[in-house]
Nanobody, 124 residues
Framework: QVQLAESGGGLVQAGGSLRLSCAAS????????MGWFRQAPGKEREFVAA????????YYGDSVKGRFTISRDNAKKTVYLQMNSLKPEDTADYYC?????????????????WGQGTQVTVSS
C-alpha cells in the first residue's frame, strides 16, 4: 500500500517556475514507477511525466517536453516535478501516481495509487 501527498502548487505568472513534490509512504516506494498527471476544468486527465523506479528512464507528454523535468529521491520517498517556462495552458490540478509495474507509463489506467492533487494556476 502506498499513500501519496502532493505539495508545491500555487499561483505563478507565465514564464515562471514551480516545483511540485510528492511524498510517499510505504516500504516499497523504490520499486514503483511514478507519474504526474494533470486535469484542467472541463478536460480529461492528461499525462505529464513518468519515471522508472531506478530513476534512469523518464517519459514526458508532448505538451511539456523541454519545459518540465521529473526526478525522484528514493531515500526520501519523494518524486518531484520541476516546471519551467510555465504557460497559462498549464493551469490544472496536478496528481502524483504510483504504478506497481515499475516501468514508466503514460496511461492513467496503469497506475495503482493516486494522491489528492495540488492546484497550479498560471496567470497571463
Amino acid at each position: 500500500q502506498v499513500q501519496l501527498a502532493e505539495s508545491g502548487g500555487g499561483l505563478v505568472q507565465a514564464g515562471g517556475s514551480l516545483r511540485l513534490s510528492c511524498a510517499a509512504s510505504g516500504r516499497t516506494f523504490s520499486s514503483y514507477a511514478m507519474g504526474w498527471f494533470r486535469q484542467a476544468p472541463g478536460k480529461e486527465r492528461e499525462f505529464v511525466a513518468a519515471i522508472k523506479w531506478t530513476g534512469g528512464s523518464t517519459y514526458y507528454g508532448d505538451s511539456v517536453k523541454g519545459r518540465f523535468t521529473i526526478s525522484r529521491d528514493n531515500a526520501k520517498k519523494t518524486v518531484y516535478l520541476q516546471m519551467n517556462s510555465l504557460k497559462p495552458e498549464d493551469t490544472a490540478d496536478y496528481y502524483c501516481a504510483a504504478s506497481r509495474a515499475s516501468w514508466p507509463s503514460g496511461r492513467a489506467s496503469d497506475y495503482d495509487y493516486w494522491g489528492q492533487g495540488t492546484q497550479v494556476t498560471v496567470s497571463s
